[in-house]
């Protein structure tokens, strides 16, 4: 996946086996960091950031979701409309190990923020589409701009042809007849279908619709992705608005270690991102029990932040995975081995002055 230009590769894939295919919504842990385990998709980008938010904001988490589940769930962001989860959707991936977390909670999130992603790229092609006729285009922006089934016919229409493992491409000709039912099934009016079907065969529409499904294929939650994802920084502004990023190096120490005394006495969330390979000076500045490839260390892999020591200088983390270190994820680092050993940074709100 791609953080701050660097791109991470499906080593971000969790470590850990098994899979709970049913579940309450919100396990016995609640909306908190342990409860959140990377499944086999490479979602540590997500995974990682809905574990900094249930640290610093679970409120806001547990208050997106609405639903019993019976149906589906109805998933509530920062800015735009709500996402329907169907339950079935839900369960499939539980099924398939796309989430290990403890209760269903973070798997309803991550459907929603791709269906949310899929939306805001469609909106984004037709808008910035001269090829389109006058009379359709405004129809479909209308009805992307709000909760329906629209997007969720194109999103299963697209799981349909998708390789489970995550190889090819997105055949134009098998997804348009998936489309085709899809639309049929969501009750779309045939005439507005024929002008949905009618924009693949647009220029730049099919192709900015391919790119999205690969940039995203992790977090669709039905098949596996392409090695390629979201940015941190873009899940925190669906949840939580306004968001920033910068490049972790010893040259910008103090810029970094003020986040992390806010992180400390604010509760702020913030998720950082290895570099591709360990610095040697990192894993000696760990401490005594490093080794070459320490039981810390994922290269190009999204971790939470989960605290900091100002005092000591101590840097606590959380692997998305929920193990790698045992029992939990969870391990600390000197600030200067996290300054050598991290690349990037995200966290919500402006940047620091």
Not at 128 to 153: H, W
Request: overall charge neutral.
């Amino acid at each position: 996946m791609h953080f701050l230009g660097m791109t991470f590769l499906p080593v971000c894939l969790a470590g850990v086996a098994g899979a709970q295919a049913g579940g309450a919504l919100f396990g016995p842990a609640g909306v908190t960091p342990q409860a959140v385990r990377q499944g086999s998709l490479g979602s540590c980008y997500f995974h990682a950031s809905i574990a900094a938010l249930a640290k610093a904001a679970p409120d806001t988490l547990r208050g997106a979701i609405s639903g019993d589940g019976k149906v589906g769930y109805r998933v509530h962001f920062f800015s735009g409309p709500d996402e329907l989860v169907e339950t079935e959707d839900v369960e499939f991936a539980r099924a398939q190990g796309f989430d290990h977390s403890d209760g269903l909670w973070v798997t309803v999130l991550m459907r929603a923020y791709a269906q949310r992603q899929l939306r805001e790229s469609m909106v984004r092609v037709i808008e910035q589409s001269e090829l389109l006729p006058i009379f359709a285009k405004p129809v479909v922006l209308a009805a992307l701009a709000q909760t329906g089934p629209l997007v969720l016919a194109y999103d299963r229409a697209i799981r349909s042809v998708i390789s489970q493992g995550g190889t090819g491409s997105l055949d134009k000709t098998a997804f348009k007849k998936q489309l085709t039912k899809q639309l049929s099934a969501a009750g779309i009016p045939s005439m507005q279908a024929q002008w949905l079907l009618g924009f693949l065969d647009q220029a730049g529409f099919y192709d900015t619709l391919a790119q999205t499904v690969q940039a995203n294929g992790e977090i669709f939650g039905a098949y596996r992705g392409f090695g390629q994802g979201g940015i941190p920084v873009s899940v925190l502004e669906a949840f939580v608005g306004k968001a920033s990023q910068g490049e972790v190096s010893e040259g910008n120490a103090p810029a970094i270690e003020a986040v992390l005394i806010r992180l400390h006495r604010e509760g702020l969330a913030m998720v950082a991102g290895t570099r591709a390979a360990l610095p040697l000076a990192a894993a000696d500045s760990a401490g005594p029990s490093s080794k070459s490839t320490p039981d810390w260390w994922v290269g190009m892999h999204a971790y939470t932040v989960m605290d900091y020591n100002q005092g000591t200088g101590a840097v606590t983390l959380r692997n998305p995975w929920g193990g790698k270190p045992a029992p939990d994820g969870a391990f600390t680092l000197p600030l200067v081995s996290f300054l050598q050993a991290y690349k990037s940074y995200a966290y919500p709100g402006p940047a620091e002055p």
